[in-house]
């Protein structure tokens, strides 16, 4: 009795491994077809949803044809009506790089640099990142390293973000770079200004 309690056991465990195995891989397939819904349906599905107003749909859809397309037009036009209506943070950025770099736009640097003020002041780190590059470097006016340090101080916060957009951009070397040009006082206005910025 024993051995046959013992053996129906192992019998047991055996097919709970081999369910678990087969259901295992039934489970990951469906998982994978799943996140592999057609790139067609993910893309009718944003259509749908952006011509209903949505302004994530709106962005994604300007992404893929920016990135997958290298349809600049459409992306920009899907960007504007995101960042506009929607004020998504994502498509204002998208937009000012569309507009900083002449891509489905005229090149027009007064125009990117009010899409970046406006991601930037709703915490978006790559909007902030360039417009601490814009102070820095002295794009539209003489060049101001503690409003750079300011902007590099709250792009800081997701660094990881701004680096994804490109391993050149990060806010972190920004501020060490900075460091060697600056005093301490100026450090600490500098901070002061990040500081009171969040607090608003």
Do not use: C
């Not at 960007?79 to 998504?88: E, F, L, N, S, V």
């Amino acid at each position: 009795m024993k051995n046959f309690l013992y053996l129906l056991a192992l019998v047991l465990g055996v097919a709970t491994a081999i369910g678990y195995v087969v259901g295992k891989g039934w489970e990951d397939e469906t998982a994978q077809q799943h996140a592999e819904m057609s790139k067609a349906q993910r893309i009718a599905m944003w259509k749908k949803q952006a011509h209903l107003g949505d302004p994530q749909a709106q962005y994604l859809l300007g992404d893929y044809y920016e990135k997958e397309r290298t349809d600049y037009l459409n992306a920009q036009k899907w960007y504007r009506y995101a960042a506009t209506k929607g004020q998504h943070a994502g498509a204002q950025y998208r937009l000012a790089q569309l507009y900083m770099n002449g891509r489905g736009v005229e090149n027009n640097l007064p125009e990117a640099m009010k899409w970046f003020r406006l991601s930037a002041a709703q915490g978006e780190a790559r909007a902030q990142f360039f417009l601490g590059v814009a102070e820095r470097d002295g794009w539209e006016r003489k060049a101001d390293f503690i409003e750079a340090y300011k902007w590099f101080l709250l792009a800081n916060r997701d660094a990881a973000s701004v680096r994804a957009e490109d391993p050149r951009y990060d806010p972190t070397v920004a501020l060490q770079e900075l460091d060697a040009k600056m005093s301490q006082f100026n450090r600490e206005e500098a901070q002061k200004r990040a500081d009171k910025w969040r607090a608003k």
